[in-house]
Nanobody, 115 residues
Framework: QVQLVESGGSLVQPGGSLRLSCAAS????????MGWYRQAPGKQRELVAS???????DYADIVKGRFTISRDNAKNTGYLQMNNLKPDDTAVYYC?????????WGQGTQVTVSS
């Protein structure tokens, strides 16, 4: 079965950086588009960034220039490098794999940006 496990969330000061990881198992990771989503309290889950099996990336406008998505298919792991973090980036961050018509989610990792 497909399992996704996120890690790397933490409390960080504004302007700081974090790198989130998403370890995948039970799936041929390299074949599928991976996305990072986030959900802040009282808000809908939103797409932050995605990377296709071919390595093409896409970003939400609000994170362009600050966040970088990447993947290491040999390690079945995806990453989200987040720089110049802002309080509005505070949310639970989830990774996602789109496999056919199904979407698989991890349990999420909390990112809190606060002084």
């Amino acid at each position: 079965q497909v399992q996704l496990v996120e890690s790397g969330g933490s409390l960080v000061q504004p302007g700081g950086s974090l790198r989130l990881s998403c370890a995948a198992s039970g799936v041929i990771f390299r074949l599928y588009t991976m996305g990072w989503y986030r959900q802040a309290p009282g808000k809908q889950r939103e797409l932050v960034a995605s990377v296709t099996s071919g390595g093409s990336t896409d970003y939400a406008d609000i994170v362009k220039g600050r966040f970088t998505i990447s993947r290491d298919n040999a390690k079945n792991t995806g990453y989200l490098q987040m720089n110049n973090l802002k309080p509005d980036d505070t949310a639970v961050y989830y990774c996602n794999l789109a496999i056919g018509g199904a979407r698989f989610w991890g349990q999420g990792t909390q990112v809190t940006v606060s002084s």
